[in-house]
C-alpha cells in the first residue's frame, strides 16, 4: 500500500521562510509532486522531483531524498497570498504511468 | 485552451438519484483521474484512464462507474446516490507523450449534495 504523511496544519509570518515536510512509503515510486489548493479552488502544480536533491523555481523549493522517503517544500519571503494547502503526491506504477497518491495536505497560514 | 472543464458545478441530489459527471480536457492528455475530496482529508481516487476506451479503479471506487469513449471526455457515473457521496470531485488530466509531462491538471471542481 502506499502511506504519505504531511503535517495538518501550519503557521508562518508574512516575509518568513517555512518548510513543509512529506514523508512516504510506497511501492513502485517513480516522483513526487507538490501542489497548492486554495480554499474552494482545485489544486495547482508547483514541482516535481524524480532524482534526489533540490530543485527551485523561485521562491519555492522542493526537495527530495529517495533513500529516506522524505521531500520538503520551501517558501521563502512568503506572501499574504502562500495562505492554501500544500499537497503531497507520490506517483506510483510503470514508467509512463500518471497514478498518484496524495497526502491529506498542510494547511498554511500566513500571517501579517 | 480552456484546459479541463467540469459540469455541472454545484448540484444537490436525493438518495436514491442517479447523474453523471461530465469531464472534458483540450490537451491532448493521455490518462484522465476521477478524485473526491473531503473536508480535512486529500485526494482520493476514484477511477482513472490510461487511454480512449480504458479504465480502471482507483482506490475508492464503489457506487461509481466511468467511461472515456473519447479521449478528451471522461464520465463519472453515480447510479444511485447515497449521502456518503456528498462531496468535492474533481477531475484531471496528465501526460502528454510530446510534451513529456507528468503532473496533474484539474478541473474547477463539482461540489455535490446527497440529501
Known amino acids: 500500500g502506499q502511506n504519505i504523511d504531511q503535517p495538518t496544519e501550519m503557521t508562518a509570518t508574512e516575509g518568513a521562510i517555512v518548510q513543509i515536510n512529506c514523508t512516504y512509503q510506497?511501492?513502485?515510486?517513480?516522483?513526487l509532486f507538490w501542489y497548492q489548493q486554495h480554499a474552494g479552488e482545485a489544486p495547482t502544480f508547483l514541482s516535481y522531483n524524480v532524482l534526489d536533491g533540490l530543485e527551485e523555481k523561485g521562491r519555492f523549493s522542493s526537495f527530495l531524498s529517495r533513500s529516506k522517503g522524505y521531500s520538503y517544500l520551501l517558501l521563502k519571503e512568503l506572501q499574504m497570498k502562500d495562505s492554501a494547502s500544500y499537497l503531497c503526491a507520490v506517483r506510483v506504477g510503470d514508467t509512463n504511468a500518471g497514478k498518484s497518491t496524495f497526502g491529506d495536505g498542510t494547511t498554511l497560514t500566513v500571517k501579517p | 485552451n480552456a484546459g479541463v472543464t467540469q459540469t455541472p458545478k454545484f448540484r444537490v441530489l436525493k438518495t436514491g438519484q442517479s447523474m453523471t459527471l461530465l469531464c472534458a480536457q483540450d490537451m491532448n492528455h493521455e490518462y484522465m483521474y476521477w478524485y473526491r475530496q473531503d473536508p480535512g482529508m486529500g485526494l482520493r481516487l476514484i477511477h482513472y484512464?490510461?487511454?480512449?476506451?480504458?479504465?480502471a479503479k482507483g482506490e475508492v471506487p464503489d457506487g461509481y462507474n466511468v467511461s472515456r469513449l473519447k479521449k478528451q471526455n471522461f464520465l463519472l457515473g453515480l447510479e444511485s446516490a447515497a449521502p456518503s457521496q456528498t462531496s468535492v470531485y474533481f477531475c484531471a488530466s496528465s501526460y502528454s507523450e510530446f510534451a513529456g509531462e507528468y503532473e496533474q491538471y484539474f478541473g474547477p471542481g463539482t461540489r455535490l449534495t446527497v440529501t
Open positions: 484512464s490510461v487511454g480512449e476506451g480504458t479504465t
Open positions: 510506497t511501492s513502485g515510486f517513480n516522483g
